[in-house]
């Protein structure tokens, strides 16, 4: 069974990751110019620092699991159910949400001062904050497939050979359960 089309949907996490990175910079630059509602903004970007780093790290994690050649049941029973496909979509819909955030923020900073910025921000801070959810939905559906896929490795039911460095991971992974 090709795993093509899960790498695809890992791959599509990356550049929302990408472009969710450089969300953040912005709102750290208007932030560092905005004093009156700083706090606000550094909040705000808090979780989307959060989903950035998670899915870096399941989106490695995922790469040492599952080669191009896995015979991993789990991975194989994921691409039949088409998960991958919904992913890839899910991810798109974030990173299109995520690029219109990106050149709204951009405008944030207004030449009449802090109140006009402030003004702006409160508009444009509820779609930031209802993207929340979805990436949300995306970090925990990724970290529940990494968790499977090495409850799996660890069962002995995966028929490919974990490298060392896997199993180390695995040690590493199962002291914090």
């Keep these: 069974m090709e795993v093509a089309g899960f790498a ?6 990356a550049k929302t990751t ?7 910079k912005r ?13 606000q903004l550094l909040q705000t970007a808090i979780p989307l620092k959060s989903f950035i780093a998670s899915v870096k790290a ?4 995922l790469e040492h699991h599952c080669p191009d050649d896995s ?10 159910q088409g998960l991958p496909k919904d992913l890839r979509k899910q991810s798109a819909h974030v990173e299109q ?25 409160t508009r444009l801070r509820p779609e930031l904050e209802a993207m929340f959810a979805p990436m949300e939905s995306l970090k925990t559906t990724l ?25 180390a991971e ?7 359960c």
């Design 71 to 80: 015979e991993s049941k789990v991975i194989q029973y994921i691409i039949q």
């Design 18 to 24: 990408r472009s969710t990175s450089h969300l953040v």
């Design 97 to 121: 949400s995520v690029s219109q955030l990106k050149h709204r923020i951009s405008r944030l900073n207004s030449r009449w001062g802090d109140l006009v910025t402030s003004f702006k921000w």
């Design 58 to 61: 399941v989106h490695t994690s």
């Design 8 to 13: 695809a949907a890992v791959v599509a996490f």
């Design 143 to 167: 970290t529940l497939i990494l968790q499977v896929v090495i409850l799996e490795v660890k069962t002995g039911q995966y028929t490919g050979t974990p490298s060392e460095e896997m199993k």
């Design 170 to 176: 695995m040690r590493v992974s199962s002291n914090f």
């Design 27 to 39: 709102i750290y630059y208007i932030a560092k110019n905005a004093p009156l509602i700083e706090e």
